[in-house]
């Protein structure tokens, strides 16, 4: 894939203007939404009521964080997984912190892979022990670098027929058969809490903008490490490179050179 | 209303200092209270406890974004419309995402008009849905052009009796018998996440700042939009955008000519 | 306590990055992450599935923020607190509008000191309150000066035997025997949403870096109180200083000078 490949798909996301819900953590639900309205998408977030049995349904793309849980059922998250799945609605799965010493809170996401999620992304720890792997984690932060998770994050993805992206300095992503490398990014957005939650949800409106599950985590992927670039290059702080990268994702689509 | 009045109205909310009470969702409630904050009022959100019982009462203002039943419950939110209305305190009705297809969570919302809101805001899409029109939104956002809700912002507003407040491109405010325009503003207000949520927020605010509802809707929508404005004048991404216009908020009272 | 030792145990807090836990309020939790994150820990925060019977034995170090109340219930902030208590892991209570006028919360707040923080902190208003004296908060905010809370506030500290930190102009923090006042900060540190809600995480951290109760309160109050100095010194407006204060704690270990 080129890099005039993925620019194309993330200037389809503004062309298009998906609608695009998300359960997710309070953490993360401000730069999350940001993060979507900056690349041209239409966020709608939580389980307000019947949201959860209409917006899957008629968004052009969900994107469930599990860490959700601490505001919402699991009856919730289910029946979001549940609707997006039967709708045929693209979704992302994020199993935050899976791994991390909650078994409860795992066996729970795990059993989200029954509703058939589009992608799933997450950080080495999490993807090595959603599929099956030992339990690395620590809190919500990774252990281990993502190159450890390349042949689980293929194997993985083949098993359950999904695409499987990790993050890391190289981001991996795999539909199963193919392994796409992203290099690229800031250390920096290890230090924004919610980087990557909103990575999942830039993901899925990638996928509906270009109409493939891998193509879309790759222009969702190299937006983000492109932006986080150009966010690293201008600011010191991890303040304002938080500011700064929701900036250049809403200026990606304007001719720079 | 000229220039003149609408900047002593928010330099009133700083003077007295309000406590303005709120429930709102979780990814607009930072937003929220930073801007009460950058006007000089005192924020707190949240249904915790026995606060929905008590700080309505003891509030100087309320305001209630709908959207606020993704992490409570319906009796929080009434509560809270029924004590402000038993206490006479000003509130504000924020219908975020009404009309957007789930009709439960609509139903709800128009609940809520037995407390009598002192002024309602949204967008020109969930203002047609709330006073009964068809129903055009996508998620959170609206379809359609705030001149497209005048016709219904003033009937609505003389039908229940209250002031109605649409926000896009121009502002329409309407307390039933006047039509108060409030143009400007910048385009970025629809890409920053609990842009409009906030404006709810502000607008109770100032209504008590005033002790007028129209009077307080005018002085926050415009407020917010030379803010808006001037946070456009000085920065390109979307990020850098939320920031300055905090600042332009805070920034408001000096003497800047 | 010299200049010298609170910006080593800042710095240790990078060193060992420790993995810190916390229920808080939707309002803050953001920006209390941010600021773990800016310090070089590790975040999770939220009562998500069995989260809070796991992680707080896992952790190095809690903060509960009792407004956690708005998303969590009654049972979830006492597991939190007990299972701490229980494995030894300090935490840090947070009684956030504690006073303001809601009994049962106020009544709920008190009931968690039966888990013995290892810390407590909050604004004069809080402390005064939470102490057994007079109710004067006005939502979140305090109506009194730090300096009035001086008394109470080592009372308080030698009589549950816990070190207790009073936010305002000047901190005061007492272990019950002595009393530091840690001065500086910038005035705009009321007019951030959770500033101080985040400042509760980064005393956390801080105690596990330290090793000791009183000397991480110190700790995390100086460097905010720096950081906040710095901040002020090159931003106007309230949004810009909150993004300055987590780059500038970002940036409290490069060598300045």
Chains 1, 2, 3 share one sequence.
């Not at 250049?248 to 720079?256: F, P, Q």
Request: aromatic share 8%; with cysteine; hydrophobic share 45%.
């Amino acid at each position: 894939m080129t890099t005039y490949d993925w620019k194309q798909g993330y200037a389809r996301i503004a062309e298009r203007g998906p609608f695009v819900y998300g359960l997710t953590n309070y953490i993360a639900a401000n730069l999350s939404a940001n993060v979507l309205l900056a690349a041209g998408a239409g966020p709608a977030i939580g389980a307000a009521s019947d949201w959860t049995t209409t917006f899957p349904a008629g968004a052009n793309a969900v994107w469930i964080n599990t860490a959700a849980l601490m505001s919402s059922d699991e009856d919730s998250l289910r029946t979001v997984a549940r609707t997006a799945h039967q709708a045929g609605t693209p979704w992302v799965l994020d199993p935050v912190a899976v791994g991390a010493g909650a078994a409860k809170y795992d066996d729970f996401v795990r059993s989200l892979l029954e509703f058939r999620p589009t992608a799933i992304r997450g950080n080495a720890s999490e993807l090595i022990a959603l599929a099956g792997g030992a339990a690395t984690g620590k809190g919500v932060e990774t252990t281990v670098d993502s190159s450890a998770a390349i042949t689980a994050v293929g194997e993985f993805a083949a098993r359950i027929g999904t695409v499987v992206a990790v993050s890391g300095p190289v981001d991996y992503l795999s539909d199963g058969s193919r392994i796409v490398e992203v290099p690229g990014g800031d250390v920096r957005l290890t230090r924004v809490t919610g980087a990557g939650c909103a990575l999942g949800a830039l993901t899925a409106a990638a996928i509906f903008a270009t109409g493939d599950a891998l193509q879309g985590a790759v222009v969702a992927h190299s937006a983000y490490a492109l932006a986080a670039e150009r966010a690293g290059a201008r600011t010191k702080g991890t303040g304002s490179f938080a500011v700064a990268l929701v900036d250049e994702l809403s200026l990606l689509n304007e001719v720079t050179e």
